[in-house]
């Protein structure tokens, strides 16, 4: 039972928001301006109010943070690796490597936790996250500018790395709970609200703007992006927090973090960087089409 009340919310969302953009009431446009909203707004409330309102020793777990990343660093090289060993076009060989490092945690797998594992899985991952995703960010980045265009107008990584909402939400969150904040009563409020918005948001737009028609020419660089992102990434990393002596919460938390399918944000950001559009949406596509198998898998095998 806990199994199907962590997945069947998240995938019911998704499918709801694909029926909602095949029948009309939610278009192309609305789909970007809800996923907008969300990115922008509710996804760094949520930071701000579940990290920075917490205390940081409750849900602080160096071990998590230090196997997530350097799983992530991994699996960026591994990507470097096979797309330079399969001679993918230069266009390529960036997204197939953001498409393999880059997950979409905060959209997809922080409702999974928070229905499988409650406020406390939550927190974990959140905390986790304030350092993962602006390292995640950063490997993606790189990757592509490595491979973009000549004569592209550039931008330096970092700046575009911290201009990004998430990564703003994520360190504000982080310095706050350093600090102890408390937040007025009003604030908090608020906050919640936001925050609230969040999750259901993001699984809406994230159905409506999944699009079928790119997969089949592209089954190869797919086939191993959802390799190393939906199985290699998580066995690696539980292997390596059952070593360092990790709870079975920070395994699940880990583990769950590194199953998670390709960001939504990568298909923005590889047209952005010059990178090739089409692998971007069908690495977004194939993974959490994928996923369904595999958080069960995952879920089942962590004992949820």
């Not at 701000?48 to 205390?55: A, F, L, Q």
């Not at 609230?196 to 703007?209: C, I, M, V």
């Not at 920070?250 to 047209?271: M, Q």
Request: glycine share 10%; with cysteine; hydrophobic share 60%.
């Amino acid at each position: 039972m806990t199994l199907l009340a962590g997945l069947v919310p998240v995938f019911l969302l998704i499918a709801l928001g694909m029926a909602a953009r095949r029948f009309g009431m939610l278009n192309k446009a609305a789909a970007d301006g809800l996923n907008g909203l969300v990115a922008n707004f509710a996804l760094p409330a949520l930071f701000i109010i579940k990290v920075g309102g917490s205390p940081l020793e409750s849900a602080f777990s160096p071990r998590t943070m230090l196997v997530t990343v350097g799983v992530t660093a991994i699996a960026t090289v591994a990507g470097l690796a096979i797309a330079r060993w399969w001679r993918l076009p230069g266009p390529q060989r960036g997204v197939f490597t953001q498409g393999a490092l880059r997950g979409n945690i905060v959209y997809f797998t922080f409702p999974l936790i928070l229905a499988t594992y409650g406020d406390t899985g939550l927190r974990l991952a959140a905390v986790t996250s304030t350092v993962l995703i602006p390292a995640m960010n950063l490997f993606a980045v790189a990757a592509l500018e490595a491979y973009r265009p000549r004569g592209a107008n550039r931008v330096p990584v970092a700046v575009r790395v911290l201009a990004n909402p998430l990564v703003v939400g994520a360190l504000l969150g982080l310095a706050l709970a350093i600090a102890h904040w408390k937040p007025w009563g009003w604030l908090a409020a608020s906050l919640n609200a936001l925050a609230d918005l969040a999750f259901p948001g993001a699984l809406l737009a994230l159905g409506a703007e999944l699009e079928f028609g790119r997969l089949a020419a592209l089954w190869r660089p797919l086939a191993a992006v959802s390799a190393i992102k939906l199985v290699a990434m998580p066995a690696l990393g539980w292997w390596l927090l059952e070593r360092l002596g990790a709870s079975p919460l920070e395994c699940a938390v880990g583990v769950l973090l590194l199953a998670a399918p390709t960001a939504v944000a990568s298909n923005s950001v590889a047209a952005d960087l010059g990178g090739d559009t089409d692998l971007a949406g069908a690495c977004v596509l194939a993974t959490t089409v994928l996923s369904v198998a595999t958080y069960v898998g995952w879920v089942v095998a962590l004992g949820g």
